[in-house]
């Protein structure tokens, strides 16, 4: 098989892998959302079982080995199938990886991207790793929030490869390439901060601060509410009770969720600004990122507020961590090309 059809093949396998890897963080977020992290309390079974216990023997069985965890049916097969699919993408992960260096192996070219699919392969085993030690640490919200983080992590380097299996590239006149250029440290700050915003929404779920806020633009009718935040950013919290609904007091989980709505508020000024100077630069490819971004931002940001004065539903909580993925899949699209952007004079 020569290069390009490789190429083509790991275009392929890469795409349906983010399909996957997008499945996968949707369903984890359901788990979350519905109070189904720890409905199977052993790891990587469920109570024992390959699938979960269904019969009365089988959840009488249960009962007696896990009393403290009594068997809810509603919330054993949703992280089951988390579980499942998780492990589906583990294994695709792993034969691309393993087909990726068969083919960089028998090319005269250094253009196979060994690193990257060696790189993708150890984050699914750290992954796989804090899937049990969220199990295992009952939701301890540092496991929970980096577990999180993984997932996305996963999910933007299988785009990123995708796309540099496809060798997608912008080709633009010589002055919009070079103000293209200058706009890559805008683009790292936009990325950045989609990142840790992301993160502040992982320590907002594992801590169950959602709900901590129930108005808006206020907070408790107030601008700028009674807040902890040294008890609410406590990372050295320590591992033993079950963090299931959380421990943290109001003042705590408000200063979380505070927080994560003015993160929401520097993101939407750097995504402005960047969208509007993307715009700027008279270009067809350019200006439709721009669009793309600033729709997935628009909608983020009206589902977010959704959460907040609708008491959480949940297909928008959901929806709100699927459009947040595609919103770090714009950014990560928009760093990719404007590094791998060409010159056409």
């Not at 275009?11 to 959302?33: D, I, P, Q």
């Not at 109570?47 to 080995?65: C, F, I, K, M, N």
């Not at 912008?170 to 990325?191: D, S, T, V």
Request: charged fraction near 10%; proline fraction near 5%.
């Amino acid at each position: 098989m020569s290069p390009n059809n490789n190429f083509r093949t790991g275009y392929r396998l890469a795409l349906a892998a983010t399909a996957l890897c997008v499945l996968v963080v949707v369903l984890g977020a359901f788990t979350r959302l519905v109070d189904a992290g720890l409905g199977c309390p052993d790891w990587p079974g469920c109570y024992g079982h390959l699938t979960w216990p269904q019969s009365e023997g089988s959840v009488a069985r249960a009962a007696a080995r896990f009393p403290e965890f009594p068997v809810e049916h509603d919330k054993t097969w949703p992280e089951m199938v988390h579980r499942y699919f998780a492990g589906t993408l583990g294994l695709v992960i792993l034969g691309i990886a393993i087909a990726n260096w068969r083919w960089a192996v028998r090319s005269t070219t250094d253009a196979f991207p060994r690193k990257h699919t060696l790189g993708l392969l150890v984050l699914v085993i750290v992954q796989a790793l804090f899937g049990m030690w969220t199990v295992t640490l009952k939701l301890w919200p540092q496991v929970v929030t980096a577990h999180l983080l993984g997932g996305f992590a996963t999910l933007s380097l299988l785009w990123l490869l995708s796309q540099r299996y496809a060798q997608h590239y912008w080709r633009l006149p010589y002055m919009a390439h070079r103000l293209l250029q200058g706009l890559k440290p805008l683009a790292w700050m936009g990325l950045v901060l989609v990142v840790l915003q992301i993160a502040l929404g992982g320590w907002v779920s594992s801590n169950y601060a959602a709900l901590a806020c129930t108005d808006f633009p206020t907070c408790h009718g107030e601008w700028w509410p009674e807040m902890d935040f040294v008890h609410g950013f406590n990372f050295a919290q320590s591992t033993g009770p079950n963090y299931l609904g959380g421990l943290l007091e109001g003042s705590a989980r408000t200063a979380i969720h505070v927080t994560h709505r003015l993160g929401a508020i520097a993101v939407t000024l750097v995504l402005m600004w960047l969208g509007l100077r993307l715009w700027l630069l008279g270009q067809p490819a350019p200006r439709r990122l721009a669009a793309v971004i600033l729709v997935a931002l628009a909608v983020q940001l009206t589902l977010g507020i959704t959460n907040v004065l609708a008491s959480l539903p949940l297909a928008v909580a959901v929806a709100h961590n699927a459009v947040g993925a595609l919103l770090l899949l714009t950014l990560v699209t928009l760093v990719h090309r404007i590094h791998a952007a060409q010159s056409s004079t």
